[in-house]
């Protein structure tokens, strides 16, 4: 994968303005280590970093073809798992090619189609493409928002990047936050309503939209979406196009020209991508497959089922690896690190995130690099399938308010009083959900029950599957690793988006038809394991640190958190014991610790990214 950035401007002449450019590049240096490059013109200026995984020689960017007279310029972030399918419908149309990358397909396509272009590719990507004949630019972001995009307007300028540091690396952009920011941070973190920018005057395109800009201005067009209607396929019949889809999606993504392993937790989504991968490796005689899993030092110990996480990774694990022959590696992950790559997980993801559950995946991903570049994860099968408790909870299939995170009281309680006033959060996160809701595409025949499922399914597509998405994509390519996620695949949640709830929870068991379809590919027991999330640790010694770090940083006089928070009410936490302490405020996985470790990133936030606070 790579970082993209460029510079659109009708005022500044930009051949003057390269270092610039190179400084908003660099800050992308992460998800690009092998390669960079510049193309800059009076009017426009784009950059790239590269992280090589397709065609070495011939994918290098920013890609520049000509036709006629027109030259065009390609910055690209991503990957087509249908690169082949798309070259031969332009090689029949008299389009020639000068390498085998999906790079130089994005960009022909572009030329050939124009922005219907995006309607042919499958897989996830973010893009760039500036036409210097017509000074404009096309922008474009896969269906699911695998791979991210922000931008700003300011004063004539056009500002494009990967990630929200490249756009602060620019000196037009400062780090300003107002009011709507913090009530995002405080009223909806670590999620974030698609498409906002956090910090003033900064969006993200939303997934399946493309922009264009030139002098006329901006226009944002959403070239897919889901559509309800009826699903008119047996049991039997939607069992089997589940299993194609799911195995064809896997096989698709299995394309690279460097090492591809895949996680492997031993749970039904990650056992179902790697059983795959594995028997296709098989097959084509190549060399035997290296899966992943992350555990915790002392996890064993300490580990104590609950209604979220029933029971943890490591056997099944270990049954996957035997029963597929793969090369099993156990990454470990003690308490000391997690605390410390609090920092690196902020840096980032540019933001306050998902506290050890993101610092946990970084430190995984790290580690992984040193073997692979590209990685399979079993992500977002459970909002695609329905996966979670909520789907089923009758508290939570009936709450007037994001399911994820019930209840705004430890919210609100550790905002400072003056702060709560202005951000009214509750009524903030209100707005946002019948927002939400307002775009769920109803179908007519849908029951009570069955709109409602609807519902859930639409906030956790668009809303809960958009962070997963964000802290996966951030973490690993904090480090150079790409990951690729099969369930995302478009095709396969267009069609489970209209199989009846009856039906995807066969069984009475979550993702029920999913089970079904896989029946027979993975072993029994496998396939009926209860769901258990992504592993945190369960050590005490987390919480312990957490404690300890919050407690330095409320006794530092300048510490810009204690600006916004109500020092007292985080004190009392910080300093007693809670018997509430395992009950989540967001999620499955953040309870207690993770609110202190969220506190920590947002502090170390405020202090890196030197934000500006700007509430009246």
């Not at 992984?368 to 079993?378: D, H």
């Not at 769920?440 to 997963?468: G, H, K, T």
């Not at 996985?589 to 502090?603: D, E, H, R, V």
Request: aromatic share 12%; charged share 25%; proline share 6%.
């Amino acid at each position: 994968m790579c970082g993209i950035t460029g510079w659109i401007d009708w005022k500044e002449d930009l051949t003057q303005e390269r270092p610039i450019l190179e400084r908003m590049t660099e800050a992308l240096a992460a998800r690009g280590p092998d390669a960079f490059g510049y193309w800059v013109s009076e009017r426009a200026a784009i950059g790239h970093r590269r992280l090589v995984v397709v065609d070495p020689e011939g994918g290098k960017q920013p890609m520049v073809r000509q036709n006629g007279s027109r030259h065009y310029v390609l910055t690209y972030n991503g990957e087509l798992y249908n690169t082949e399918e798309v070259r031969r419908d332009l090689l029949a149309r008299g389009r020639q090619f000068q390498s085998y990358s999906d790079t130089e397909v994005v960009l022909v396509s572009y030329m050939e189609w124009g922005t219907a272009c995006v309607d042919r590719f499958n897989g996830i990507f973010a893009f760039g493409i500036w036409d210097e004949a017509d000074q404009s630019l096309f922008l474009a972001r896969d269906r699911m928002g695998v791979k991210p995009l922000f931008y700003t307007e300011r004063n004539g300028s056009f500002l494009f990047g990967s990630e929200l540091k490249a756009l602060l690396a620019h000196p037009k952009v400062p780090p300003e936050v107002d009011w709507e920011g913090f009530a995002e941070i405080f009223g909806l973190g670590p999620a974030r309503t698609p498409g906002h920018g956090i910090f003033q005057g900064i969006h993200e395109l939303r997934p399946g939209c493309w922009l264009t800009y030139d002098r006329r201005g901006t226009r944002i067009h959403k070239y897919w979406e889901l559509k309800s209607g009826p699903h008119a396929d047996d049991l039997d019949t939607t069992t089997e196009k589940v299993r194609f889809l799911v195995e064809d999606s896997i096989r698709r993504q299995l394309v690279s020209d460097v090492p591809v392993c895949t996680f492997l937790s031993g749970g039904l989504d990650s056992s179902i991508i790697s059983a795959t991968t594995a028997n296709s490796y098989r097959k084509q005689g190549k060399p035997q497959l290296v899966t992943y899993s992350i555990d915790y030092v002392d996890n064993d110990k300490y580990f104590k089922a609950s209604d979220f996480q029933p029971n943890s990774d490591p056997y099944w694990a270990a049954q996957m690896a035997k029963v597929f022959d793969t090369d099993h590696r156990k990454v470990l992950i003690d308490t000391p690190q997690l605390a410390e790559a609090l920092q690196q997980a902020t840096l980032a993801k540019d933001l306050p995130g998902m506290a050890d559950v993101d610092s946990s995946l970084y430190l995984f991903c790290r580690e992984i690099k040193k073997g692979a570049t590209v990685a399979l994860s079993g992500e977002c099968a459970d909002e695609v399938f329905g996966g979670y408790p909520w789907f089923y909870r009758p508290e939570t299939v009936n709450a007037n308010t994001f399911p994820w995170s019930l209840s705004t009281e430890i919210r609100n309680r550790i905002i400072k009083p003056e702060l709560r006033e202005r951000l009214n959060i509750d009524e903030y996160i209100q707005y946002r959900y019948r927002e939400a809701l307002a775009e769920v595409p109803r179908y007519p025949e849908d029951d009570p029950s069955e709109a409602r499922r609807r519902e859930l399914f639409y906030l956790n597509i668009n809303w809960f599957m958009a962070l997963l998405l964000e802290r996966k994509d951030r973490m690993s390519m904090a480090s150079g690793l790409e990951v690729r996620v099969p369930f995302c695949d478009h095709r396969l949640v267009e069609y489970v988006w209209n199989i009846p709830w009856e039906m995807k929870s066969w069984n009475q068991r979550e993702k029920g038809i999913l089970r079904r379809a896989v029946r027979g590919l993975l072993p029994d027991e496998i396939i009926d394991r209860k769901k258990s999330p992504y592993p945190k640790t369960h050590n005490p010694s987390y919480l312990q640190a957490m404690r300890s770090q919050l407690g330095n940083i409320l006794e530092q006089p300048n510490a810009p958190l204690k600006e916004l928070i109500d020092l007292p009410t985080i004190k009392e936490l910080v300093y007693t014991e809670h018997q509430d302490m395992n009950r989540p405020w967001f999620g499955q996985l953040m309870t207690l610790p993770q609110l202190f470790a969220y506190l920590i990133q947002i502090n170390e936030w405020l202090c890196n990214y030197k934000v500006v606070i700007k509430i009246n």
